[in-house]
């Protein structure tokens, strides 16, 4: 009703004008739009270009010479000398096993060594006294035979008996039988004086003593185990004083500080283009600001899965294609800043372009 009434329309206060700005400019947003999608597309095809022959994996890691030391002799562990993470160099000692049987064993190997030198002294003595029975068989056999002669000659003349002629005969073939023993007992003690072409001017029973006693010895070398490279020591705490130990049972664990490389597994479609000797840019989860170099040292001969513990069977309906991985070596370049720990994941980068 006021809107109709002339007086209040003249007392209402009329409203200030609003200052016009100035319109925008309109083919301001076409260029936009279509600039836009350009720079993004130049920027993705710049990016491809420059990065197009790199390959990259993330299932990579760091990986150390391990050498697992067990005991060549059984016995119980009398001393440990090292700890869980020591470091350790080569020839360094490690346990001790009881020596005490091993003592015994060389012991025992040198009176088996005394028996054998005792024995070869008596059968020398045993092949002198056959000579010295062969001389004197032998002149029992000249004896015998001269009377054997002469009781023929007194037969044939009348002049003896028949009897007489018979002892003469029995006598000579006693004589001529013990001259063959004695031959056959100095043959018998020269065989066994006798030495092998394998050990010529040694006597086989000495030397198999011998040898027993170098065995003990050796055992009794190998009572102590001492650390055969240079590394830290890992799974130390299997070695306790008073545990028995098994032959050929790992008992601890070196990690070589010498020659760590990285293991990357690569799918196996970035193999086209990658060759031994291309530089490589390791990079760490453990240290994030660390970055060494590297380069491919060798590609792997077969995938994982072929050298797993149970490879895949793919004859058969339900096969499904899955990319597999390589294993390719990354030799280390550059002395890192940063220990590298066997097992940390690391990331590969690998220029192809490169030679």
């Not at 990658?274 to 760490?284: I, K, N, S, W, Y």
Request: charged content about 20%; glycine content about 6%.
């Amino acid at each position: 009703m006021a809107d109709r009434d002339p007086q209040i329309a003249k007392e209402r206060p009329q409203a200030l004008p609003v200052p016009q700005q100035g319109s925008p400019k309109k083919w301001l947003r076409p260029v936009l739009m279509v600039s836009l999608p350009l720079l993004l597309a130049g920027g993705g095809a710049v990016y491809y270009l420059a990065n197009d022959h790199y390959v990259s994996t993330d299932n990579a890691y760091v990986q150390h010479n391990k050498v697992s030391v067990s005991a060549e002799v059984n016995g119980r562990i009398v001393e440990v000398a090292v700890r869980e993470n020591q470091t350790v160099k080569a020839g360094d000692l490690l346990f001790r096993i009881d020596p005490a049987p091993y003592e015994l064993a060389a012991a025992q190997a040198d009176a088996a060594i005394a028996s054998a030198q005792v024995r070869l002294t008596t059968l020398e003595t045993d092949y002198q006294a056959s000579g010295v029975d062969i001389a004197s068989a032998r002149e029992n056999v000249d004896f015998f035979t001269k009377e054997y002669e002469r009781q023929s000659k007194l037969m044939q003349t009348g002049f003896t008996t028949k009897a007489r002629l018979q002892e003469a005969e029995h006598a000579l073939a006693e004589a001529r039988s013990r001259l063959s023993t004695a031959q056959a007992d100095a043959q018998k003690a020269q065989s066994q004086l006798a030495t092998g072409a394998a050990a010529p001017g040694v006597n086989p029973q000495v030397l198999a003593a011998q040898v027993q006693k170098r065995k003990a010895l050796l055992d009794l070398s190998r009572a102590v185990v001492r650390a055969p490279e240079s590394g830290v020591v890992s799974q130390a705490d299997r070695l306790q004083v008073g545990q028995m130990m098994v032959s050929g049972l790992p008992a601890v664990t070196i990690v070589s500080t010498e020659g760590t490389w990285v293991e990357a597994n690569f799918k196996e479609t970035d193999l086209n283009n990658m060759r031994v000797g291309q530089t490589a840019e390791l990079t760490f989860d453990a240290y994030p600001k660390l970055k060494i170099k590297g380069r491919v040292a060798s590609i792997g001969a077969g995938t994982g899965s072929e050298f797993s513990v149970l490879p895949a069977q793919n004859a058969n309906g339900n096969w499904v294609k899955v990319t597999q991985r390589v294993p390719v070596r990354i030799a280390i370049d550059t002395k890192p800043a940063r220990p590298l720990i066997a097992g940390l994941s690391t990331h590969v980068r690998i220029d192809t372009n490169s030679r």
